[in-house]
């Protein structure tokens, strides 16, 4: 296992030499940044970002440089920073994702998740697409807006965008992400917030599946419009037509709500014109779907559309298949809490972006590092898992070159806790009261 570690080092590092070759593509000025021997060269400053935890930026350098006389300054570190443009960081993520990209498959089908989340950052109301006034008391704020594709088998991220939160459109930049990607056979599964037929149109259109929750039939969204079984639970097909225009001759049409829908000018859909004449032919853009609605408990039900086949995926297999989605919303709490995207050493929303792809990065090299561990213990309850707050910093120092990979491979394996798979009680937990400064300084 070992060399399994060795071998994704080696594809980060092979990453970063890739981008500092052609580092005159992600400098400010090509003429004169980085163009010159200096202590804080551009590999130097990937590395430090990479690495940085959340102390201070002079005691993160310190630490980095190992505490030497010869440590460069946080006021050398910013002016270095400073001449990176916005595509540097995005393009490593985007080369160390194809490294290490593999088609780990799901009845033939790469399983994979979007969803997004708010990151807030420094208050500062010149970047007007950040920020918020503060209401009914409220201070002012200012966010950024994560959006990401996680893949559910190999635990990693393999797309990203980072925006203004005033900016959001995370259909919009899902559509992107669909369309660019070179993934040839995917299955990907959101939550209610992407709702969407022209989502639904793109990723039809690229030949993947979708798995999206919907609103449920007793509120607005696509189930509302739609003539639906009278009971519980159902698994209705809608061989749906598309079209914008709305006549004498499409009006008959329309009243059959399962077959027919009609798209106004104002909503999003890519493949439908957005004007005609009245004696252009009417357009039609067919997008067929399963509505399926099952029962999570003895009071509550959950909705999903889909253009996954019935046969091979009926809706037990479905209700499986969305609670798979909940690895990415663990992704994120160990992206926040563990790798530490909730500290920055920046106010500048451009060098804050940096932090986040560097967080990312350092995210999907843990993950694939924690990966070839192999954790045995055997006549155990509970299988076990790795402690990946442990493997992050372990990771943070193998990356540094600080230990090999043996033990790397050991310590992981040595700090591991419970996978309780399923787990559907809540977690009991004890309030523990503060323990007072004096106490602590005793």
Known sequence: MSSQIQIVKEKL?????????????????????????RKLPLREVISFLLC????????????????????ASSSAFIQQRQKINEFAFPSLFDLFVQKTDKDRLYKGYRLLAADGSDIQIPTDPKYTDCYFPGTNGRAPYSLLHLDAVYDLLQHTYIDAAVCGRRDWNEIGVLCNMVDRSNIAKALIITDRGYESYNLMAHIQEKGWKYLIRIKDIHSSGIAAGLDLPDRDEFDLFCPMQLTRRR??????????????????????????????????????????????????SDSSFETVITNLDADDFPPNELKHLYSKRWGIETS?????????????????????????????????????????VVILKPNRKHPYKANFSVAVQVCRQFLLGNISPPDVEATIRRNVSVARIGRSNPRNMVVKHAISFLYRVA
């Open 52 to 71: 940085v935890e959340g102390g201070s930026l002079t005691g993160e350098l310190l630490r980095y440089f190992g505490c030497s006389q010869h440590s």
């Open 13 to 37: 590092n092979d990453a970063i030499t890739q981008l500092c070759e052609t580092s005159w593509m992600f400098a400010k000025d090509p003429a004169r940044n980085f163009t010159r021997e």
């Open 332 to 372: 994120f709490r160990e992206l926040k809490y563990t790798v530490g995207l909730l500290h920055f050493h920046a106010k500048k929303v451009e060098n804050i972006t940096q932090e986040i792809f560097a967080r990312l990065i350092m995210y999907n090299f843990s993950e694939l590092i924690t990966s070839h």
């Open 247 to 296: 006549n004498r001759k499409t009006q008959p049409l329309l009243s059959q709500r399962n077959y027919y829908k009609w798209i106004p000018t104002s909503a999003p859909m890519d493949y439908l014109p957005t004007g005609s004449h009245k004696h252009d032919p009417v357009v039609f853009y067919s997008l067929p779907f399963r509505v399926v609605r099952f029962k999570l």
